[in-house]
């Protein structure tokens, strides 16, 4: 409904034209300035501070980029700036959205906080709302976000129009720059703090790679072996310092991951050691060469908590053609000295194993060590699922985690490493709910709520990762997950695999955070974990859709609608569940990898 204009405002109105009174002065005017930062997001998230979003090329308003963010179950995706403004003056905030449910607002105004929203905006529409600031107030926060579960979401050339505050000057430039901790793929750097400052940026040849509210950070996803220039700046409200002088750094060499001597394009395959189930019991000297890697299924608990390991070889009833322990262990010796790795898998779908204590850490490293020498394996795979990890409430840092089970078991891994060298393979396989998960969702959450297990791998894979040999995620036997391009992705094409490992390649903000990122991996450190036939699980792709997802990542090429961040030549190659499964289905899986990788 329309409402009429009192006639008292329209006579004042008038007579205010006609006298040629206006209600500002040409001098308040003159005065008014947008305020808001990078409101047409074409410097990326610069000046906002996002819970999930990302900049795109389309569809935009103006400029060449625009902002979009998109909602979760427990998340608006909010991007938020505050601003410097003037003690009672007027302000209009403006902006275009597209997108169901989207608001546009500004918060700590000191009288009273406005918002405008649209239910449903199909194509561009501008939002705008007024508001007046208190007496006292000289910050103001804008904001937009949508509404909690819906689709994505655009915003673009945000602008606030008013008197602009007194912000002062940018601080000093920041001095004391030194380094920390140098490994093969990280620098550690702290400076002295600086007067007035609110942030620091972090530059990395020259280029910003990140920010931090402390007078020290640590630059990840770097190569080994390479020289490195890093400043940082300081910033606050009236903008940024300028550089400081460069420090030099070279990362170390070392073999980060223990390769263990993997071909350049590895086959990981799951042999079912201790079990048969439907696709019948294979032997270790039956599975041909073209697998590189052998994970023996699998290493089980006593009980979830006890860190007690066993390893018991399928029995002769189960499997009637099972071989003998001696065997077993010459195939060992033979599947080595063919140049293969064969390795203990622990956990799987039934064998939970929780590290609730230190004792339990201890039965771990103890027990898994027993079947490493009894067996004379090369390494160990961590196929935890289920409830074996999940974080406690407030455990929100995945690089200084707090859980029990989370700590005792990075411990154990890192015992482990050590007592066998640089030979040790380790290789993880969780599931997309523990790791791509955590882009939008991490632990219960700043608000409580989530499931504790979401992004629960990370704080593992990040203390691991120069141990690390190989994370093939399990692409498989799940939900939809949100790529970089914050669109759901879902099983059974090459999208899913194509979107899921380009956000281990590049890495990727944990739950929206840009300034918490999970660092890439390199790519020989990378497997696509895939079901080997229809009956291995869900999500199955037939050979072609493996061969685009090969050829997008590694050569940029067949990638359908999903762009990837980069192109890895190296990636390492493909896992699969299973070995068995794939005898079953006539070596399908494995006459892809050949007939791919030559």
């Known amino acids: 409904m329309v409402r009429a204009r009192p006639v008292l405002t329209l006579l004042t109105a008038g007579l205010l034209a006609a006298s040629g009174i206006t209600a500002l002065s040409s001098a308040a005017r003159a005065a008014d300035a947008d305020l808001a930062r990078n409101g047409g997001f074409e410097s990326g998230l610069d000046n906002w501070s996002c819970t999930a979003g ?37 302000y209009t905030l403006s902006g275009y959205v597209r997108g169901s449910y989207v608001y546009l607002g500004a918060s700590g105004t000191g009288t009273t906080d406005v918002s405008t929203w649209t239910q449903s905006a199909p194509d561009w529409q501008k939002l705008t709302t007024t508001f007046t600031t208190g007496a006292a107030t000289t910050r103001v926060t804008l904001y937009t976000h949508g509404w909690y579960g819906t689709g994505a979401y655009n915003a673009d050339d945000i602008s606030l129009v008013g008197p602009g505050g007194s912000t002062g000057q940018p601080p000093a430039t920041p001095s004391g720059l030194k380094t920390g901790t140098i490994t093969s793929t ?17 530059y990395r040849n020259g280029t910003k790679v990140q920010t931090a509210t402390g007078t020290s950070a640590t630059v990840a996803g770097l190569t080994p072996s390479t020289a490195y220039s890093f400043q940082v700046t300081a910033v606050n409200d009236a903008g940024e310092s300028a550089k400081s002088a460069a420090v030099a750094a070279t990362t170390t060499a070392g073999s980060p991951g223990g390769s263990g001597d993997l071909p350049t394009h590895a086959l990981v395959g799951y042999l ?20 590189d890697v052998i994970d023996l299924a699998f290493g089980e608990p006593t009980s979830a908590t006890s860190g007690d390991i066993r390893f018991n070889r399928c029995p002769v009833t189960e499997c009637p053609n099972v071989e003998s322990d001696a065997d077993f262990k010459a195939a060992v010796k033979a599947k080595q000295a063919a140049g293969k790795k064969v390795l203990i898998s622990i956990g799987g779908a039934n064998g939970q194993v929780q590290l609730t204590t230190t004792a339990a850490r201890d039965a771990f490293v103890s027990s898994v060590s027993n079947i490493i020498d009894t067996y004379g394996l090369d390494g160990l795979d961590v196929d935890f699922e289920g409830h074996s990890l999940s ?6 840092d995945f690089k200084n985690p707090t859980t029990p089970v989370v700590v005792n078991l990075i411990s154990a891994l890192k015992t482990l490493k050590a007592r066998y060298g640089s030979k040790f393979v380790l290789s993880m396989a969780p599931e997309t709910f523990f790791v791509q998960m955590g882009y939008q969702f991490y632990g219960t959450g700043k608000f409580g709520g989530q499931d504790p297990r979401c992004g629960a791998y990370l704080p593992v894979i990040y203390a691991l990762r120069d141990d690390l040999t190989l994370l093939h995620v399990q692409d498989y036997n799940s939900g939809p997950i949100m790529g970089l391009d914050n669109q759901y992705h879902s099983m059974g094409g090459a999208d899913f695999h194509i979107a899921m490992t380009d956000m281990l390649l590049t890495g990727f903000p944990v739950a929206g955070d840009a300034n918490n990122v999970f660092p890439a991996l390199r790519p020989d450190q990378i497997a696509i974990g895939m079901p080997a036939s229809v009956n291995a699980g869900n999500g199955y792709v037939a050979p072609a859709e493996v061969t685009k997802s090969l050829d997008c990542l590694t050569k940029r090429t067949n990638c359908g609608s999903y762009a990837t961040h980069g192109t890895w030549p190296t990636l390492r190659g493909l896992m699969t569940w299973s070995v068995n499964w794939d005898r079953f289905s006539n070596w399908e899986f494995q006459r892809t990898f050949d007939s791919y990788f030559g």
């Open 272 to 291: 079912h050691a201790s079990f048969a189930n439907g696709s019948g019991y294979t032997r270790l000297a039956d599975v041909p060469d073209s697998w």
């Open 391 to 396: 974080l406690n409430t407030n455990d929100t």
């Open 186 to 202: 990280s620098v550690g750097l702290s400076w002295t703090a600086v007067t007035g400052a609110t942030s620091y940026a972090v």
């Open 54 to 90: 990302t900049t795109v090329t389309s569809p935009v308003h103006g400029g060449a980029h625009a902002l979009q963010a998109t909602p979760a179950g427990s998340d608006n995706a909010q991007c938020t700036q505050t601003v410097t403004v003037q003690p009672g003056a007027q």
